[in-house]
């Protein structure tokens, strides 16, 4: 699955004179939540310096400055962004860094907020000069405008923001003396805590961060739950924030993304208390459960749909294979995408092995499909290199809604579950059969929450905040 891109990543660290070399391969770990963007802010010497670019971590952050490392900085903390909200430019390029009040403050934020055009009209009206066109600058303005009257207490200020904002937000945000790590009441998106030794702490949107940052893995970040990490590692500080119950109806607590567990996370994190490798093959052996395909091979679309398939071939009994090869170097096409072959132009990432397929009966395990092209040509690329049947089994419910909460889905127009009954899909992919994961299948994989602990408005469209006003998707229901 090409067609969406993940939400941003996080990463801090305080009490390791490393701390700004931890952060940059905490970053590198992530950089699958985004490409777009990636910056370093530090604290230095009472004052806080920033460096980012657009581009991959490696690119971005190959030029830090000579000297961090000889100051001994011990706070940092990053960001590698896929914008959800606002353009590519630079100035949306985070960490952010401004100065409120005489304060220097610096925000990184993953996630959507669902108010943000409500709140940034209001801000407008009350005289707010904005310099970036990112969701998350807006936080910064809602401080700002309560920072006298607070008495200058940023971590006030900060709270008094946090209770305007709807939708996913986790946030790290630094003063010269530390960094707070935030995560919204809903509990949206992942952030946990990892300890550095004895010395020092971690916080990162996924826990593949830590072996890099030579930090354990300690617990999840709350959901509305603000910490405190000072700068030279003690003790961190826990706050609660916002209002609680008042947010939920039918019992509902938290609303995790599962799409983090079906294609987001890399599968050596811990996200919201569960292995995702252990739920991806769970979600591969709920699947065989109910949709055992009649195929002499299971085969996965590399690389978010790979642990899936290996708990469907270990579940059904019958073998699994690599039945694509790929290119790990798939660079700018010098075809022009108007007049190239469309099957062409995907099989550049992805190719089929005919040694694999040819004359058999073969089994995809995809973990979603969205608009339906990229599978389309890859099943015709199939067919080409001789596999005699062509079965597809998605490991989650048919996507029928957009996302307000971090995900660029497309709009829901576009979806091929939204137009298509399962059988017109079938038949427009030129599959000889198809079954999607049940939701109820899905939500049984996680362990640590509960199944009402998690959003699937993408799956169902019950949203656990409303979208905003004129955004709600039609869904042909089917």
Request: charged share 20%; proline share 5%.
């Amino acid at each position: 699955m090409t067609e969406v891109r993940e939400s941003c990543g996080l990463c801090a660290v305080t009490g390791d004179r490393e701390a700004a070399a931890f952060v940059a391969e905490g970053l590198h770990a992530q950089q699958h939540r985004g490409q777009e963007a990636a910056g370093i802010l530090v604290s230095s010497g009472g004052s806080l310096e920033l460096h980012k670019g657009l581009g991959l971590v490696s690119e971005v952050l190959a030029s830090l400055p000579e000297g961090w490392r000889e100051r001994g900085i011990t706070a940092a903390m990053g960001h590698v962004r896929y914008g959800t909200y606002g353009s590519g430019s630079l100035a949306n390029a985070q960490p952010l860094l401004v100065e409120i009040s005489g304060r220097q403050v610096g925000i990184a934020h993953n996630g959507t907020l669902s108010n943000a055009s409500v709140l940034k009209n209001e801000l407008t009206k009350l005289g707010a000069i904005f310099q970036t066109n990112s969701d998350t600058e807006i936080i910064l303005h809602l401080m700002a405008h309560r920072m006298e009257s607070t008495g200058y207490d940023v971590r006030h200020a900060l709270e008094l923001a946090l209770a305007r904002l709807e939708g996913a937000f986790c946030l790290l945000v630094m003063v010269p003396g530390g960094i707070y790590a935030v995560r919204d009441p809903l509990g949206f998106r992942p952030l946990s805590l990892g300890r550095i030794g004895s010395h020092g702490w971690a916080v990162a949107s996924e826990t593949i961060a830590f072996p890099l940052c030579c930090a354990e893995y300690v617990r999840e970040v709350e959901a509305g739950e603000m910490l405190w990490l000072p700068s030279d590692g003690g003790e961190p500080a826990s706050w609660r924030f916002g209002p609680q119950e008042s947010l939920f109806g039918s019992g509902r607590k938290l609303a995790q993304c599962i799409f983090e567990h079906v294609y987001f996370a890399r599968p050596g994190s811990i996200v919201f208390g569960d292995s995702v490798y252990e739920v991806r093959i769970r979600m591969g052996e709920r699947l065989a459960d109910e949709s055992p395909a009649p195929c002499d091979v299971v085969i996965p679309v590399p690389d978010s749909g790979m642990f899936a398939a290996l708990g469907y071939s270990r579940r059904m009994g019958v073998a699994f294979d690599m039945g694509f090869t790929r290119n790990h170097y798939v660079g700018r096409t010098f075809i022009d995408p108007a007049t190239a072959r469309r099957a062409a132009m995907v099989t550049r990432k992805l190719q089929p092995i005919p040694e694999a397929v040819r004359g058999k009966r073969v089994c995809v395990v995809e973990d979603s499909i969205v608009r339906g092209t990229t599978s389309r040509a890859r099943i015709k690329a199939l067919r080409e290199a001789g596999a005699s049947e062509v079965h597809m089994r998605v490991s989650c419910p048919p996507h029928r809604f957009g996302c307000f909460f971090g995900i660029d889905f497309p709009q829901p127009s576009a979806l091929i579950a939204n137009n298509m009954s399962l059988e017109e899909i079938r038949k427009t992919l030129d599959l000889d059969s198809l079954s999607y994961l049940s939701r109820e299948g899905m939500l049984s994989c996680v362990r640590a929450h509960s199944p009402c602990d998690y959003c699937t408005a993408c799956f169902n469209g019950d949203y656990p905040v409303a979208p905003p006003e004129g955004a709600m998707p039609r869904s042909c229901g089917q």
